[in-house]
């Protein structure tokens, strides 16, 4: 087995804590994906958009990576060829595992963004409406977040390692949203061997060619060891 490309999604950082979109009672349940995930809800209520965003900065920060986040730190660092991750998470547990190789394709909670000249810096703690960018000045700062309706970061990159992937791996996401969702194709398409590992079936389940089912710190760890005892 030579190169590795894992896509992971919300279920891998579930069991540190981080809700999902589809968890009852947390961040998402109490607001619209409308209201605090478009451009146009941050343009209607940016004070809203801004407690949202604080709130689920502050909730990571007290987050701590995983059996599952361990275990593909491991693998990085035992596996002789490349290992890439591709996150549509958010939050830094992949790398305070230890992962290197991690791509923040929907951004992170951590940048700050302005959107009028698009310079980017760290997030503080908490981000108002009228805080004005270090580098223009203009009271334009966002969270560096990709939100619906926007393209994703680095795809020409991840679309690169998808087609050199000698090994796809989906690991804890839903398959419904795009286009993250066509990648095992795509990887399948060039000759991947394609993985689902998930609490349940994913909306794409069919295009995989091997799937584990189980919560994440039990089925990724024991997938990994089997990886590198060959």
């Not at 896509?7 to 981080?18: D, K, Q």
């Not at 361990?70 to 549509?88: G, K, N, S």
């Not at 066509?182 to 991947?192: K, N, T």
Request: with cysteine.
């Amino acid at each position: 087995m030579k190169k590795i490309v894992i896509l992971t999604g919300a279920g891998i950082s579930a069991e540190s804590g981080l809700g999902t979109f589809r968890d009852e009672g947390g961040l998402w349940a109490q607001h619209r994906i409308e209201d605090v995930a478009t451009p146009e809800g941050f343009a209607r209520d940016p004070g809203l958009v801004h407690a949202f965003y604080n709130a689920r900065r502050a909730q990571a920060a007290r987050a701590h990576p995983n059996a599952a986040h361990e275990a593909l730190a491991r693998l990085e660092a035992e596996h002789p060829a490349e290992v890439v991750i591709v996150t549509q998470n958010v939050d830094g547990l992949h790398e305070a595992a230890g992962s290197k190789a991690v791509i923040h394709m929907h951004g992170q909670l951590s940048g700050a963004l302005c959107a009028a000249c698009e310079h980017r810096w760290d997030a503080p703690e908490a981000m108002q409406p009228g805080d004005p960018c270090p580098s223009c000045g203009t009271p334009a700062t966002r969270p560096d977040i990709v939100w619906f309706g926007e393209m994703p970061y680095h795809m020409s990159a991840i679309w690169n390692h998808l087609r050199e992937a000698d090994l796809f791996a989906a690991i804890g996401t839903s398959g419904e949203v795009y286009p993250a969702a066509a990648f095992v194709q795509d990887a399948d398409r060039h000759g991947a061997h394609t993985v689902e590992l998930n609490l349940a079936p994913s909306s794409v389940i069919s295009d995989f060619s091997e799937f584990h089912f189980g919560k994440a710190t039990e089925v990724v760890p024991q997938w990994v060891e089997n990886l590198l005892l060959g």
